[in-house]
């Protein structure tokens, strides 16, 4: 993974966000293009991404909020203001990698980096949202299943998984 630079997101990035968004996710899933500026504009230092050094592509990033809650609710989704800056835990809200940069071990190597920038900031665990077809990922990077969310967004049945720092 060498040939990635995983950083906070510029703000001069936001439009390329949107299209990696819209291309990794189904519509009924994806982030607005209108929450994932404000998303970007008040909390960029929850938003890591992976650039590819050779290209300055960014290939893939994860994003969540900072809050002191436990488990997740679809608010986390759309309101930014929900987040509290110095919240123990971060509610993550969308892994994203290119098609062209899956299956070599990148959306690990985004996980692994954000888990260390968080635990430094003492953080104390990261709650994600995921379809079934995604745990068995989510299980390899070390997260625990809860078991099905409460969260119907974009319709669908997820599971919540968590990892403590």
């Known amino acids: 993974m060498n040939q990635f630079e995983f950083r906070?997101?510029?703000p001069q990035e936001v439009e390329a966000a949107i299209a990696i968004e819209q291309t990794c996710f189904p519509p009924n899933e994806a982030c607005s293009p209108k929450a994932m500026t404000e998303r970007i504009a008040k909390v960029p230092d929850l938003f890591m991404v992976?650039?590819?050094k050779s290209t300055g592509e960014i290939a893939g990033f994860l994003n969540g909020?900072?809050?002191?809650e436990t488990t997740f609710r679809d608010e986390f989704f759309t309101d930014i203001s929900l987040c509290e800056h110095a919240g123990e835990n971060i509610m993550l809200l969308g892994l994203d990698v290119l098609p062209r940069y899956r299956g070599k071990g990148l959306a690990?190597?985004?996980v692994s980096a954000y888990c260390k920038r968080e635990?430094?900031?003492?953080?104390k665990m990261l709650v994600l949202t995921c379809l079934e077809e995604k745990v068995p990922m989510y299980l390899k990077f070390g997260f625990a299943d809860q078991g099905i969310a409460n969260s119907s967004w974009g319709g669908e049945e997820w599971h919540e998984m968590t990892i403590i720092l």
């Open 8 to 10: 906070d997101i510029l």
């Open 50 to 52: 992976a650039v590819e």
């Open 65 to 68: 909020v900072s809050t002191n």
């Open 108 to 110: 690990r190597a985004i």
């Open 119 to 123: 635990k430094e900031k003492g953080r």
